[in-house]
């Protein structure tokens, strides 16, 4: 009976190289959000997802970060071309759900930009 | 627009002593109220949820938390606080349809 898996747990990566963030939603989950948490700084919503559809990107960076859920596989959060800035701690969470009743959290993805 | 604040960053408190954690928030309609602990390099923890009924409601580990809409507040209380209890807390408000916002936390440090 897993949770949420997220891997890796720790990702470096290179300014200007991409990111890749994968999310396994638990077992009969159809939605998935992305968070990201800065250090000293609460949890700041950046997408909403179902299976195959973006149902609310309005936190997503404009340029650079994009996020998919397809019908079979892990949701992925992409940034390309990452910069410092992009360092932080990222989570996933998944839902039964739209009605807000519980959502249950990964451990998280720890982004570090050399 | 919803919005959620914690205005404790940091709270110290003896190990046996009561804890009271403040959150309030601002939001439209009636609000779904969350807590949430968050343990060193590890993800988020319901602690407890508020949707409707009864504004105290009981949690996971002891806590409890009381809904306040005349001051728009959901603060989170623990009458015996653990070494175990040292985490960082995170208040949350949603609604139907709604994404979640978190506030920005309060990290709690617990004293032998």
Excluded at chain 1, 43 to 72: C, H, T, W
Excluded at chain 1, 81 to 102: H, I, M, P, T, W
Excluded at chain 2, 107 to 112: G, K
Aim: aromatic share 12%; glycine share 10%; with cysteine.
């Amino acid at each position: 009976n897993a949770g949420v898996m997220q891997n890796p747990r720790h990702l470096v990566r290179r300014r200007g190289q991409e990111a890749r963030l994968r999310c396994s939603p638990m077992k009969g989950h159809s939605h998935v959000y992305w968070y990201r948490q800065l250090p000293e700084e609460g949890l700041k919503f950046m997408v909403y997802l179902q299976k195959e559809n973006i149902i609310d990107e309005s936190g997503m960076p404009k340029e650079r970060f994009s996020a998919e859920f397809p019908k079979e596989g892990p949701s992925i959060l992409r940034i390309q071309q990452v910069v410092r800035g992009d360092s932080a701690a990222y989570f996933c969470a998944s839902s039964l759900g739209a009605e807000n009743e519980k959502l249950f959290f990964g451990s998280g993805t720890q982004l570090s930009v050399l | 627009a919803q919005s959620v604040t914690q205005p404790d960053i940091h709270i110290t408190v003896s190990e046996g002593a009561s804890l009271e954690l403040r959150c309030n928030y601002s939001y439209g309609a009636t609000p779904y109220l969350f807590w949430y602990v968050q343990s060193p390099g590890q993800g988020l923890q319901l602690l407890l949820k508020y949707f409707s009924g009864d504004t105290l409601v009981q949690g996971i580990k002891g806590f409890e938390a009381e809904f306040k809409r005349s001051q728009s507040s959901f603060n989170l209380r623990k009458p015996s606080v653990h070494w175990s209890d040292a985490a960082e807390y995170f208040c949350a408000v949603g609604g139907h349809g709604q994404n979640f916002v978190f506030g920005p936390g309060t990290r709690l440090s617990v004293l032998p």
